[in-house]
């Protein structure tokens, strides 16, 4: 981090909000640039093509929600959105446009910190238990290759975000293993749920990589639902077991 300060777009119409975290941010090692709405986000997140983007949802001129959609379109970089409202299904909506996770406000500063180095460690992350030493898996008409973390269907390369391919990385690990919605979640974004409702970000992007992988989302193949318990993926049968 000494050679590369990573850089995180903070992007809030409210100035005093961008000011501590713009102060905090910087003063743990980060790289900080600001914009106050939606429009002048996309045009500084072009300039600047910051690691990581912690997204306001209520702005003026272009809403949280049309940023994130505008970003996923042209970029796979992660996104933590901040929103104040009070209806859940309004905050699952972030995630479904692409966004990493949420932080409700109002929100500790430190909360927000700590969800900005998991998401940003876990998006670096590689090599997981279960891999074999080529980095290649392949099943079917998908192939996953963790050490470019690049999936392909079809030769198709299909666009996963990091934190997507994370959890797919984290599925086909232990393939043929259920996981919890809890234990993805502090696997992947690193904090244990304190809400049933925390673990609904499981579920959105469960709901997202099978969209981009299943031929039939509806009734996937792949990414199993392991009932009463979380998700799985299918067993892997390795070639010297057939």
């Given at each position: 981090?000494?050679?590369?300060?990573e850089?995180?777009?903070v992007?809030?119409?409210?100035?005093?909000?961008?000011r501590?975290?713009?102060?905090?941010l910087s003063?743990?090692?980060?790289?900080?640039?600001?914009?106050?709405d939606?429009?002048?986000?996309?045009?500084?997140?072009?300039?600047?093509?910051?690691?990581?983007?912690v997204l306001?949802?209520?702005?003026?001129?272009l809403?949280?929600?049309?940023?994130?959609?505008?970003?996923?379109?042209?970029s796979?970089?992660?996104i933590i959105m901040?929103t104040?409202?009070g209806?859940?299904a309004?905050?699952?909506?972030?995630?479904?446009l692409?966004?990493d996770?949420?932080?409700v406000?109002?929100?500790?500063?430190?909360?927000?910190e700590?969800?900005?180095r998991?998401?940003?460690?876990r998006?670096?992350?590689?090599g997981l238990?279960?891999?074999?030493?080529?980095?290649?898996?392949?099943i079917?008409?998908?192939?996953?290759?963790?050490?470019?973390?690049q999936?392909?269907?079809?030769?198709?390369r299909?666009r996963?975000t990091?934190?997507?391919?994370?959890?797919?990385?984290?599925?086909?690990s232990?393939?043929?293993e259920?996981f919890?919605?809890s234990?993805?979640?502090?696997?992947?974004?690193?904090?244990?749920?304190?809400?049933?409702?925390?673990?609904?970000?499981?579920?959105?992007?469960?709901?997202?990589?099978r969209a981009?992988?299943?031929?039939?989302?509806?009734n996937?193949?792949?990414?199993?639902?392991?009932?009463?318990?979380?998700y799985?993926?299918?067993?892997?049968?390795?070639?010297?077991?057939?």
């Amino acid at each position: 981090m000494e050679n590369h300060k990573e850089t995180i777009l903070v992007v809030d119409d409210e100035a005093s909000i961008r000011r501590i975290l713009e102060t905090r941010l910087s003063m743990i090692g980060y790289d900080v640039v600001t914009a106050a709405d939606g429009e002048e986000a996309l045009e500084t997140f072009r300039e600047t093509c910051p690691d990581l983007v912690v997204l306001d949802v209520m702005m003026p001129k272009l809403d949280g929600y049309g940023v994130c959609q505008e970003l996923r379109k042209e970029s796979d970089v992660p996104i933590i959105m901040l929103t104040a409202l009070g209806d859940v299904a309004d905050r699952i909506t972030g995630l479904e446009l692409g966004a990493d996770d949420y932080v409700v406000k109002p929100f500790s500063p430190k909360e927000l910190e700590a969800r900005i180095r998991s998401v940003l460690r876990r998006v670096d992350k590689n090599g997981l238990n279960g891999i074999p030493s080529s980095g290649v898996i392949q099943i079917a008409t998908i192939k996953i290759d963790t050490n470019k973390r690049q999936v392909y269907k079809s030769d198709e390369r299909i666009r996963l975000t990091g934190m997507e391919f994370s959890l797919l990385e984290l599925l086909v690990s232990r393939s043929g293993e259920p996981f919890s919605r809890s234990e993805i979640l502090q696997e992947v974004w690193g904090y244990t749920p304190e809400r049933h409702v925390d673990t609904r970000v499981v579920d959105v992007h469960i709901s997202r990589l099978r969209a981009k992988l299943e031929e039939d989302p509806s009734n996937p193949e792949l990414i199993l639902t392991a009932r009463g318990t979380g998700y799985l993926f299918q067993r892997i049968i390795e070639p010297d077991e057939i």
